[in-house]
């Protein structure tokens, strides 16, 4: 099984600061990889996600994310945070055949007014 | 569109009682579901995938016996929590992939389940 590691589980910030949340994989074939984002009281939905191609990969909201394959990484970026970005943030990875989705342990990020 | 939405949000049961949660795809077909188990503080766990009409396959260490899955339509599948213990109290989660295959998966709001 695909083992994904988040290294910050709770991250505060200001406004306009920037922001980098850390995510590593397990496994060596080829993945799919993707981050979530879950609000306060709603479901996860879909900042971005890479399957192949350019490993810098833009989602909503001003999120991005890039791939280095020799490091089993991709870390979420965000230039410059806002309030409404406070929530928790889930990095998740399947294999090339979409199935399973493995979940990182979460960072929950708070963004001070 | 691809809207999943499980029911109950919150449900308490007592000792050794049964829950069954539901996961409902509302606007589109799902051949494959997936159901994950949060603790708090932690990642969501993958503890089964749902197929339509065949056997859940289940991850190493979950209990098929205890958690049993039906997916008996492509909009709906169910997870019944058996003879619940307090130490089954957790945050489920379906999600959702749609026929012919997706490149990511929906997610249910989610069900808080209590055992007292």
């Known amino acids: 099984a695909q083992s994904v590691s988040q290294h910050n589980h709770h991250v505060i910030l200001s406004e306009a600061a920037s922001l980098e949340l850390g995510c590593n994989y397990s496994?060596?074939?080829?993945?799919?990889l993707f981050w979530y984002v879950q609000y306060p009281g709603q479901h996860l939905q879909l900042l971005l996600k890479y399957f192949s191609g350019d490993p810098l990969v833009k989602g909503i909201k001003g999120f991005e994310a890039e791939f280095i394959k020799s490091k089993f990484s991709f870390n979420l970026r965000k230039p410059s945070v806002q309030w409404s970005d406070t929530a928790e943030y889930f990095c998740?990875?399947?294999?090339?055949?979409?199935?399973?989705?493995?979940f990182g342990s979460g960072t929950k990020l708070n963004v001070k007014p | 569109g691809a809207v999943v939405s499980q029911h109950p949000s919150r449900v308490i049961c007592k000792s050794g009682t049964s829950v069954k949660i539901e996961c409902r795809s509302l606007?589109?077909?799902?051949?494959?579901m997936f159901w994950y188990r949060q603790f708090p503080k932690q990642s969501l766990m993958l503890m089964a995938t749902?197929?339509?009409?065949?056997?859940?396959?289940?991850e190493q260490g979950v209990e098929k016996d205890k958690f049993l899955i039906n997916h008996a339509s492509l909009t709906l599948s169910t997870l019944t929590v058996t003879s619940a213990h307090p130490e089954d109290s957790s945050f489920y989660i379906c999600s959702a992939q749609r026929v012919g295959g997706d490149t990511e998966a929906f997610f249910g709001q989610g069900t808080r389940l209590t055992v007292v």
């Open positions: 606007d589109f077909q799902a051949t494959t």
């Open positions: 998740a990875v399947t294999e090339y055949n979409f199935n399973k989705f493995y």
């Open positions: 496994y060596g074939g080829t993945v799919n």
């Open positions: 749902s197929n339509e009409g065949s056997k859940a396959t289940y």
